[in-house]
């Protein structure tokens, strides 16, 4: 069983950068594509940024696009989301989670993932 832990999240100014770290423990997610989904409140759950096994492969939500970035270390085990000129509508919970079926592409459709993280909350200030 792994389970993925969120990390970094935290509040910061509009403008400001913010780097999110989603950790597994126990089983590696080495061969497994990642999500970033978010969930503001009083909204739905939103994709953010996907990536590949390999890390060659990445998506992104255009809402995010250009702000955004995705990178993965298998070595260590960990997927990162750097986010940079955050902004106030960005405040929301973000959680990592990875493709239930193995070196599958990335998708933006939260029912293909699984084992999800508890999240880090991101808190933007206008």
């Known amino acids: 069983q792994v389970e993925l832990v969120e990390s970094g999240g935290g509040l910061v100014q509009a403008g400001g950068s913010l780097r999110l770290s989603c950790a597994a423990s126990?089983?590696?997610?080495?061969?497994?594509?990642v999500g970033w989904f978010r969930r503001a409140p009083g909204k739905e759950r939103e994709f953010v940024a996907g990536i590949s096994v390999s890390g060659q492969i990445t998506n992104y939500a255009d809402s995010v696009k250009g702000r955004f970035a995705i990178s993965r270390d298998n070595v260590e085990n960990i997927v990162y989301l750097q986010m940079n000129s955050l902004q106030p509508e960005d405040t929301a919970l973000y959680s990592c989670?990875?493709?239930?079926?193995?070196?599958?592409?990335?998708?933006?459709?939260?029912?293909?993932?699984?084992?999800w993280g508890q999240g880090t909350q991101v808190t933007v200030s206008s």
């Open positions: 126990g089983r590696t997610f080495s061969n497994y594509a």
């Open positions: 989670a990875r493709k239930t079926i193995p070196w599958a592409t990335p998708t933006s459709d939260p029912g293909d993932f699984g084992s």
